[in-house]
């Protein structure tokens, strides 16, 4: 650890802290180096083997864990000979409004790249050309409206639905969200963007959301939903209280994204690099969860390896682009890249 700065708890501000370009810490990332607060100390760090007791690290009960290949690899699911598109799931994209049909696009390129059956998207009707031209592999559904959705159709033939991606805040799609979500069944769901955006302005709505629905804001779009925040750890603890209550999952997006469980456990990524902060990398995140919850993975599950994936095909992609041209698109790119990897491994064995 860089020398003056805690472990596991707020550092006070007047404490002498080692500035660390580098950081070599054993065993096991410590809390304090995957907070965006301690950047200024922290620029990098790796994790150093030094072969501790894993027998004993398996005794330690914690809320705090941190996702890696080897937690990926062993929920994910290999494919049979015989299996079709029909076992892999119909997913559902809702979306867009003018000018912002792109974000529509990226999610449904991302959903079939991560192996969903089927996906269909909804859209303002002057979407249709665009996505039917762009993403030939998707089925379109347009509302009755040309800019904005007014409505949104019947679900329940979907096996997971992703909503909220460029979908704007006017009035008419506020009130049909209303009507969405209070007539939600059980339906795997992961609410992004404008979605969360009108949720947040209309808090009474919480409570109909169904559980085990997965949130993916931004750093804003956070705030808006938990208000204000002093430090990384009370942003964690306000997180951890919220997705309780509400029996959420909650991804708090950042440089070792955090993932909240609604059990009090957060999870800690590490996968993803800084060529990712750019516009439409959320709506990529979007349709890779509802591809993965049309599978079947549980929330939980989805939430690890689709924050995983998404970073992991981005790491794979800087190494050819680099940070200052990384594109959402050429992380959908890289994806299967990603996913060989689970089956294959970086030592070259399949698994």
Same mark, same amino acid.
């Given at each position: $650890?860089?020398?003056?700065?805690?472990?596991?708890?707020?550092?006070?501000?007047?404490?002498?802290?080692?500035?660390?370009?580098?950081?070599?810490?054993?065993?096991?990332?410590?809390?304090?180096?995957?907070?965006?607060?301690?950047?200024?100390?922290?620029?990098?760090?790796?994790?150093?083997?030094?072969?501790?007791?894993?027998?004993?690290?398996?005794?330690?009960?914690?809320?705090? #864990?941190?996702? /890696?290949?080897?937690?990926? &690899?062993?929920?994910? &699911?290999?494919?049979?000979?015989?299996?079709?598109?029909?076992?892999?799931?119909?997913?559902?994209?809702?979306?867009?409004? &003018? =000018?912002?049909?792109?974000?529509?696009?990226?999610?449904?390129?991302?959903?079939?790249?991560? =192996? %969903?059956?089927?996906?269909?998207?909804?859209?303002?009707? %002057?979407?249709?050309?665009?996505?039917?031209?762009?993403?030939?592999?998707?089925?379109?559904?347009?509302?009755?409206?040309?800019?904005?959705?007014?409505?949104?159709?019947?679900?329940?033939?979907?096996?997971?639905? =992703?909503?909220?991606?460029? $979908?704007?805040?006017?009035?008419?799609?506020? *009130?049909?969200?209303?009507?969405?979500?209070?007539? $939600?069944?059980?339906?795997?769901?992961?609410?992004?963007?404008?979605?969360?955006?009108?949720?947040?302005?209309?808090?009474?709505?919480?409570?109909?959301?169904?559980?085990?629905?997965?949130?993916?804001?931004?750093?804003?779009?956070? &705030?808006?939903?938990?208000?204000?925040?002093? !430090?990384?750890?009370?942003?964690?603890?306000?997180?951890?209280?919220?997705?309780?209550?509400?029996?959420?999952?909650?991804?708090?997006?950042?440089?070792?994204?955090?993932?909240?469980?609604?059990?009090? +456990?957060?999870?800690?990524?590490?996968?993803?690099?800084?060529? $990712?902060?750019?516009?439409?990398?959320? /709506?990529?995140?979007?349709?890779?969860?509802?591809? #993965?919850?049309?599978?079947?993975?549980?929330?939980?599950?989805?939430?690890?390896?689709?924050?995983?994936?998404?970073?992991?095909?981005? !790491?794979?992609?800087?190494?050819? #682009?680099?940070? !200052?041209?990384?594109?959402?698109? *050429?992380?959908?790119?890289?994806?299967?890249?990603?996913?060989? +990897?689970?089956?294959?491994?970086?030592?070259?064995?399949?698994?």
């Amino acid at each position: $650890m860089p020398s003056g700065l805690l472990a596991d708890d707020k550092t006070p501000l007047d404490a002498p802290i080692v500035q660390a370009d580098m950081v070599y810490t054993f065993q096991s990332p410590k809390l304090a180096l995957l907070l965006p607060q301690n950047q200024t100390w922290v620029k990098d760090f790796k994790i150093l083997n030094i072969n501790l007791s894993q027998s004993a690290f398996d005794r330690i009960n914690s809320n705090y #864990l941190y996702v /890696d290949q080897a937690l990926i &690899r062993s929920f994910y &699911r290999k494919r049979g000979k015989f299996d079709h598109k029909g076992i892999f799931g119909h997913v559902f994209i809702a979306g867009g409004s &003018r =000018g912002k049909m792109g974000a529509v696009q990226l999610a449904l390129k991302a959903a079939l790249r991560s =192996g %969903c059956g089927l996906a269909s998207a909804y859209i303002p009707a %002057c979407g249709y050309s665009i996505l039917q031209t762009a993403v030939p592999e998707a089925m379109v559904i347009t509302d009755p409206e040309d800019a904005i959705i007014t409505r949104f159709p019947p679900t329940e033939s979907f096996q997971a639905i =992703g909503l909220g991606i460029g $979908m704007g805040t006017a009035q008419y799609t506020v *009130d049909a969200l209303k009507v969405f979500i209070a007539a $939600m069944n059980d339906t795997p769901l992961v609410l992004d963007a404008d979605a969360l955006n009108i949720l947040a302005l209309e808090s009474d709505l919480w409570p109909l959301v169904p559980k085990g629905t997965v949130l993916t804001p931004h750093p804003k779009e956070l &705030r808006r939903i938990l208000g204000v925040w002093q !430090d990384d750890f009370e942003k964690i603890a306000k997180a951890k209280v919220f997705a309780h209550k509400y029996h959420l999952y909650v991804l708090i997006k950042g440089a070792n994204s955090a993932m909240v469980m609604p059990d009090g +456990e957060v999870y800690f990524n590490s996968t993803g690099n800084v060529g $990712m902060a750019t516009g439409g990398s959320g /709506d990529v995140l979007t349709g890779i969860l509802t591809a #993965l919850l049309g599978q079947g993975y549980s929330s939980k599950e989805a939430l690890l390896m689709g924050v995983y994936l998404h970073g992991r095909a981005a !790491d794979i992609a800087v190494n050819r #682009l680099g940070v !200052d041209s990384l594109l959402p698109s *050429d992380t959908i790119d890289y994806l299967s890249a990603a996913f060989i +990897e689970l089956t294959q491994g970086n030592d070259g064995l399949v698994y």
